[in-house]
């Protein structure tokens, strides 16, 4: 597979207002090229949970899993987050 020399992925926010700025990041939810600027880096938590048989042992690690989003998948997730806080 050939991949296209010189087609950096540019800021898909940037890129409509007409600013032409390279892409440091991708949001993992709709894929959208984003710039340091319009990038968020949210820290997620890694658990996981052992089923023991007799109860279930809840584990949470230390390090946290990086992920980007942009301003709109993270908007549309917090929302959620509110809704289930409830
Ligand atoms: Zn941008
Ligand atoms: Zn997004």
Redesign the pocket.
Known sequence: MEEEGGMAMK????AKLG?D?EAVAICIVCGMG??L??AFKEELIVRDIIDWGFGEERIEYPKTLPRFICAECKLAIDQRKKAAKK
Do not use: P, R, S, T
């Open positions: 800021c898909y926010i940037c600013v700025e984003l710039c600027g319009h």
